[in-house]
């Protein structure tokens, strides 16, 4: 075969495969590597960056249409080929496409000899790597890599308006879970069958990976109405509609996201994201909502993941940025400063000084709040043993994460601390925020309660806010509550704020709880909290939280006057 195929001239097997390259998906090519000629399938011009489909000096046109980066790759492939030294053809790489954007190509060749047993020809076909899953199996749906190719084919007419509706089943991993993969195609498919009926011919639909399917309109939007929020109305509406007709044996629900795009879309890879980012506001505002992206909302979400990223770099930078600033805690008693809150602070060179209330969420979300806690324990402690040299008796309050609580061994973490400093428990207390995450699980329980058989004061912070109860406050087993500065911020205008505080404040005294106002801003505040006799004060009446040096110089050891 070999033989006979060898004495074939480039014309007859140049006619060959063109007659066979119009029955398959696949380009067909022959390289006639004795005369440098090559020769490739009709359809190849319309997709690669090819004047035409038979060419000579096939070498440098090959280096012409191969991506820069991989032509050393394949020139050295077909060295060898014609070196003998490989047997045949089979690389994956990129060729650039016409629309100017490379296209992932799989390449594969036999090798047929000439009647001197010498290396003539390869022949062989090439695959876009992409068309392998054009369609969704479950779904019938074309896939993402279709969608990317549509877009840029958009892209490239430039006269086109419209809008792509991102769809994704809500909580889809637990219909997964609770159902089985078996029941998640299903409901798969009828989603699906609902968007084909309510899109119709005016737009094409695309599975995405995971649950969410995309549809593409070429529509005007004239400003007047939201056709994107139309539509997924009326596929939510028919979605209802088929859960209704199978009585309900099971129910789920679906948000959308759309992204709007006019002429001369730049890039297409960012309209997706848009598509996607809106998508996810959608899910974030509760589900079974529809959101259209916002430029605005995008930014700050695109900040905040760079924050994150800087933080994280900060973290890996021994911590650098990060400081702790400490505001008085006030004995009422005795007329003097009982200690302090350690607060952190963060400082980057591109973002400035940033709020606590902005980059504090950002450690808790990405976990990296468990190793700042850990620094914020030690530095704390570490300070606070050189203000015990100058008053024996000087608390430091530090503030704890549920995060912190519930995902870290924080026990063992200031177990550590305190052994490597021989720090006294007495001049420590911990704070805790009310939350409902702190009421979840019997583990978290547990662990607050190990506090106490550690002889460590735990307090309740912004007590009033949240979940309160005599139970928590029982169970947890505190030492302190904080009561909130929203309470006390009106105490003096508010007959009822002051109802509240005094009732807080009778209760816990009456369970031997400690209690803190937080907030005391003005002389008129102080007055007013004074009377209702709590354990501490803490406000800005007193000190703003400050630096270690303002407070060594401004608070610590000073007597006070009220």
Known sequence: MQESLGNLDFEHLHQIFTLLGRSTDDYLYIYDLEQDQYTISETAIEQFALESTQFFHATEVLKGVCHPDDWPMLEENIQGIKDRTLPEHNIEYRWMGKKGYPIWISCRGQVILNNEGQVRYLVGRIAELGRKNTIDNVTGLYREVK?????????????????????????????????????????????????????????????????????????????????????????????????????????????????YFGKGIKNVFTLMEKAEFALHQAKQKGRNTYVTYDEKEYEIFVKRLDMQEKLRLSVRDNFNGFELYYQPIVNIKKRKILGAEALLRWRNPEFGMVSPAEFIPLLEESGLIIPVGRW??????????????????????????????????????????????????????????????????????????????????????????????????????????????????????????????????????????????????????????????????????????????EFEEEYLCKELEF
């Open 147 to 259: 969608l990317r190719s549509d877009l840029l084919n958009l892209k490239a007419i430039e006269k086109m308006n419209g809008f792509l509706l991102q769809i994704g089943i809500d909580n889809f991993r637990e219909i997964n879970d609770k159902y089985g993969k078996t029941f998640g195609n299903e409901v798969l498919s009828s989603v699906a069958d609902c968007i084909r009926i309510c899109v119709g011919d005016s737009g094409t639909i695309y599975r995405m990976d995971g649950d969410e399917m995309v549809v593409v309109v070429e529509q005007v939007h004239d400003g007047q109405e939201d056709p994107a929020n139309v539509l997924y109305h009326e596929i939510r509406n028919r979605v209802d509609a088929a859960i209704s007709e199978s009585d309900y044996q099971h129910f789920y629900t679906i948000s959308g996201g759309s992204a």
């Open 376 to 549: 914020i324990i030690r530095t704390a402690m570490n300070q606070c043993l050189k203000w015990k040299e100058r008053d024996k008796e000087f608390r430091i309050n530090i503030n704890l994460s549920f995060i912190q609580i519930k995902k870290s061994n924080i026990i063992q973490d200031i177990d550590t601390c305190m052994q490597d400093l021989h720090f006294d428990s007495r001049n420590v207390l911990f704070e805790v925020t009310e939350s409902g995450e702190l009421e979840e699980g019997y583990m978290t329980k547990r662990i607050l309660q190990s506090f106490q058989r550690r002889n460590l004061n735990l307090g309740i912070d912004d007590f009033g806010t949240g979940y309160s109860n005599l139970r928590y406050i029982k169970e947890m087993m505190f030492d302190l509550v904080k009561i909130d500065r929203e309470f006390i911020r009106s105490i003096t205008e508010s007959q009822y704020d002051y109802l509240v505080v005094k009732q807080f404040t009778e209760l816990s005294h009456s369970l031997n709880l400690k209690v803190c106002y937080e907030g005391v801003e003005t002389y008129e505040d102080l007055q007013c909290v004074l009377k209702l006799e709590p354990d501490y004060i803490q406000g800005f009446y007193f000190a703003k939280p400050v630096t270690v040096e």
